[in-house]
Structure formats: C-alpha cells, structure tokens
C-alpha cells in the first residue's frame, strides 16, 4: 500500500491521478489532498477517498503544501499543480527521503538549479507530464554518456497549419479549443503558440541533465509518440501510446511496476502507420526558438520567461494583444532583462515577477488584439 499526497487535484494532471488511485484502492491510500480553493471538487473527492487532511491554497497557503511534504504517514508526494507556490514543498519532499511525481513545470525551469542536486536516489523523482515521462522511461538503463540527442514532441496545436497571416488573426475562442488534450486556459493558450513546448525543452534539460544542444522538440500530430531518445550508435527508442494521462500517472505511482490506469483498461489497436513527425516551423512558431536562447543563457533568463509568458497569454485572453504578439512581448521582455544571476531560491523565483511585471509594462507597445 502507497500512502500519498496529491496537490492540485483537482486540475486536470490531478483529475487523471485520482482516478487512477481510485482505480487500484487496494494499492493506493491517498492521505491528503490540497488545491488552489476549496471547491465542491475537493470537497468531493475528499469524501470519496475518506481523506481528513485538505489543504486549500487560498486558505492555507504555502504552509498547507510543506504539511504534507513533511507528513511522516505520506511516503509519496504527487505535484500535479502550475505555477511556483509548491518550488519550497517540493523540496522539503525531497529532502525528506519521500518519492515525488512532478508534473510542475516551472519548479524546475525556476528552480531546478536548487531542486535537483536535492534528489537522493535513482527515481525519487518521476516526470508525470507525457513527454517527460516518455523520456525518463526510455532512459531506463541506459547511460547517459551514449545519449546523442531526445527528443520531446508537440500535437503541433490547433493552427499547425496556418499561415503566418491567419495566426495573426486567431483570437482567444479559437486558441482554446486544443485538438488532442483536455487543459486549462494557460496551457491551452500555451500549446497553441508552442511556448509550452519551449518551457518544456527547458525543464528537460535540467530534469535529465542534459546539455541544452542535446535536447530537441519534432511535432507528432495525434499525440501517438510522447517522446524519442536517440543514442550514439544511431538507434533510437521512444514510447507511443494513446494519449491519456492515466497512462504516466500510472507508471509514476506503481513504477517500476505497470498496472492498467483501471481493471476495465482496454489498450487501443496499436497503428503505426499514424506515426509521423515534423519540423517545428520557428518562423510561424518563434516560442521554440525563443526557449533554445534561453536554455543557452540558463541563470535568471527561465525565470523571467516563466513571468513573461504568464502575464502575456493573460493579455491575449483579455484581448489586449493579438495571438503572434505573446511570443513578441515575451522576447522584449527578455531583450530588457540585464542577465542578473540568481543567487538563491528566493532570487530565481523573484524574477518571474519581475518577468510579469515588465511584459505588463512594455505591453503598451503591441496594438489590442482584433
């Protein structure tokens, strides 16, 4: 029996994780639960699972999170939320000895200088996203020093398609809609510009230690093929699957074991003939080129693009600036930034609000979106 402790259940990441704890209860007591509010979701889900420990965020701030990182009856703790506010919990998990599944990106891009020399032994800490998920698995057993290159892949978004004139034309009803995964706001936007990929590229830099030339993106539209790692002898291994997030949820959780994410689990016809790949087009998509220059200057430079984007997608939503001007915003934003070298945890997180603040100030250069 694994006792964990989940936060952001109630997201979509922790929406998949539950329904695999519920799946197996033979397997899975969950302790505690914690979200961004106490919403009927939470209070449901702590009543399904029988949980006595429910850490709302808006109540309990960063204080309920350590909680449970520090819980001596939680052996595993699930990070399934966005943003920083968990950076300090994950780290006093991993100090603590406890297994952490991480689905947070920008823990790492803010603060994988700090968190990972944390990590005290070989899968403590487990990618919960598909992409990195797909990679830590195929790097199982497999050295490090033979890896030519991996590579994390995107659905390419609603508008893989379009030409540079109808992107400047997309509005915020459109770039909601994502063709594959079912998300938030943010990283719906996010997908459709390609920065989540680019945020993603650099918290796997840092997740698998890496050097940034080693780490590359290619466009799979389905979503079929979540990640590729090529070694030096020219083969390649990569996983495919379906795109359901109980799938990493569950190797996470049961690793190094595989349980279906539900007894009733029927696994698709597997068709090859669906798997295919492309370059991202970094005229159409500058985010990925925009990212690549980040992961080459490291120090504050992730932080302040964590900021920036957050405060630019905003933007966009509320119809201030047009769809192509996040990624414009974004490299002013870093073109402005003096290079100031975190010299601690608190410094790197400081600067993603000061990423926000500057995109919110030289916002006033783009006109408002159409």
Known sequence: MINVGVIGATGSVG?????????????????????????????????????????????????????????????????????????????????????????????????????????????????LDSEHNAIWQCLHGEDKNFVRKIYLTASGGPFRNFTADELRKVTPEMALHHPVWNMGAKITIDSATLMNKGIELIEAMYLFGLDESKVGALISPGSFVHGLVEFEDGSVKLLAAEPDMKLPAGSCLFWPERFFPSPEFKRPSLNLREVKFEEIDASRFPAVRIAREVMKRKGGYPSVLVGADETAVDLFLKGRIGFTDIAGLIEEVLGAFDGTEPESLDEAVSLVEYGRAKAKELSVKFSPSC
């Open 15 to 127: 929406s998949s994780v539950m329904a695999v704890c519920e799946s197996w209860p033979e397997k899975i007591s969950v302790k505690a639960l914690a979200a961004n509010r106490h919403s009927e979701k939470l209070t449901a889900l702590a009543e399904k699972f029988s949980v006595k420990k429910i850490y709302p965020y808006e109540e309990t701030g960063g204080n309920g999170l350590e909680a449970i990182a520090a819980d001596p009856e939680i052996e595993h703790v699930v990070f399934a939320s966005s943003g920083t506010a968990a950076i300090k919990a994950l780290c006093s998990a991993l100090k603590a000895g406890k297994t952490v599944s991480l689905a947070n990106k920008e823990s790492i891009v803010v603060a994988g200088k700090w968190v990972m020399p944390l990590v005290k032994f070989q899968d403590q800490l487990r990618p």
